[in-house]
């Protein structure tokens, strides 16, 4: 039974809901538990979807077919959750697998905005449904966003946004507060209005030494992590105060040196900071503790190598329009998945009518109805799977609880 407490006080602004989409295909798991990643040929041509366990190693072709493209990966990875996809650039390609079949749904060549050549650090943002990127200019960046069926380049930002993006480092999605974060060269840590394309804050990055990067936001916290520190005295997982610039320390000792030119991932229902280390070592970080959990040498499958871990994460947000709402302890929802009938049971709701609304994954009402009863038996089997939130209205209070709905 999967539920989540909200307990929500004037919030002015959308409010995070760490939910999970993939249990369509896997009732007992969170997505779907799956670290992925492309295994590439070492021979020649071949790119194939493919999964690892972060705590062996293992490497797992998906794909059947490798696809007939090469190395090197030009602006990063994604994936949208919704549609169950992995989108990664080559060349000026963009190639989108199937993340359940390991298939080549689609590719398209990339028409990049006039006078670029470049859509670096390519990040999904699961409240839009949008892919989100940085175009470089020699004075700064330039926000864009990518049509995945079209592979048109779209300009954002009006103006240049100063402070060159350190592509290595890569870029964070807060869908929350609609911001896009990256690490600078010259030292600082800017955040991008994702609907303007203006710089809303830029603080200098302050750190006991080194750098702070590569970055990853977490839903469950809303709090971006990286690694602080250089190849020469070491690393440690750290966190950032996107406002004031401040790096925090969470690792009390040195968790590494070198590590791999990739974005990191996370899980953050167990809460792990994964990074690729540079002798091919997937290391996992404790983001309570900043101790390493586990550190096993990615084993591929053989004649290949492996690269770009992503765990499946979604950040999911509430329908706007939520607004003060209170706890859902007192709605029961069963079965939690539900295939079919879904019943809902109100206790200790003394209002006698009760307003119901369900809302997808996107924010659309799916279903309302008037009920003076306090059980609820409502017939899902024709809802597409995927989380649905229920927002719950009486003449005194107001309720929000969630479910999923799977094949």
């Known amino acids: 039974m999967i539920k989540i407490l909200l307990n929500i006080l004037a919030m002015k602004k959308f409010i995070l809901l760490l939910a999970i989409l993939s249990v369509c295909h896997n009732v007992n798991s969170q997505i779907d538990s799956i670290t992925y990643g492309v295994s590439v040929l070492n021979s020649g041509p071949g790119i194939s979807l493919a999964k690892i366990n972060p705590q062996t190693g293992v490497v797992t072709n998906i794909s059947t077919t490798p696809a007939p493209y090469s190395y090197p990966f030009m602006g990063g990875v994604t994936i949208d959750p919704v549609h169950k996809l992995y989108y990664l650039q080559v060349d000026s ?81 807060d869908p929350v507060d609609n911001i896009l974060y990256y690490v600078s060269i010259n030292s600082h840590f800017t955040g991008i209005d994702l609907s303007t394309g203006t710089a809303v804050t830029s603080p200098n990055i302050i750190i006991d030494y080194g750098m702070f990067g590569p970055i990853v936001f977490d839903c469950y916290d809303q709090t971006v992590y990286g690694l602080a520190g250089n190849g020469t005295n070491g690393r440690k997982l750290a966190k950032i105060n996107v406002t004031t610039g401040v790096v925090t320390n969470i690792s ?60 499946n994460y979604p950040c999911l947000v509430l329908p706007t329009g939520i607004d003060n709402l209170t706890t859902s302890a007192k709605i029961d929802i069963f079965p939690d998945p ?53 927002k719950v209205k009486t003449g005194t ?11």
């Not at 540079?278 to 290949?304: E, Y």
């Not at 997808?360 to 003076?372: C, E, I, N, Y």
Request: proline share 5%.
């Open 397 to 407: 209070a107001n309720y929000i609880s969630k479910f999923c709905k799977i094949d």
């Open 252 to 311: 009390d000792s040195i968790i590494s040196y070198y590590i791999y030119d990739e974005p990191p991932t996370l899980n953050p229902y167990e809460g792990i900071y994964y990074f690729d280390r540079s002798d091919s070592t997937i290391v996992g970080v404790s983001l309570a503790t900043g101790q390493i959990l586990t550190d096993p040498k990615n084993i591929p499958v053989p004649g290949t190598s492996f690269y770009n871990i992503f765990y």
């Open 338 to 390: 539900a295939q079919t009938y879904l019943t809902i049971r109100f206790q200790d709701i003394f209002d006698r009518l009760k307003f119901i609304e369900i809302f997808d994954m996107h924010g659309r009402k799916v279903f309302q109805t008037q009920s003076d009863t306090d059980n609820i038996l409502l017939d899902i089997e024709n809802y597409p799977c995927g989380v649905y939130t229920i």
């Open 93 to 173: 390609l963009l190639l989108s697998f199937d993340l359940t079949t390991g298939a080549v749904a689609n590719t398209v060549v990339m028409t990049y905005y006039p006078g670029s050549t470049t859509f670096l650090n390519m990040n999904y943002n699961t409240l839009d449904s949008t892919i989100y990127g940085l175009i470089q200019t020699s004075s700064g960046v330039i926000l864009a966003k990518l049509d995945p069926q079209t592979g048109i380049i779209e300009r954002i930002s009006q103006d240049t946004v100063p402070g060159e993006c350190n592509s290595l480092l890569g870029v964070a999605i």
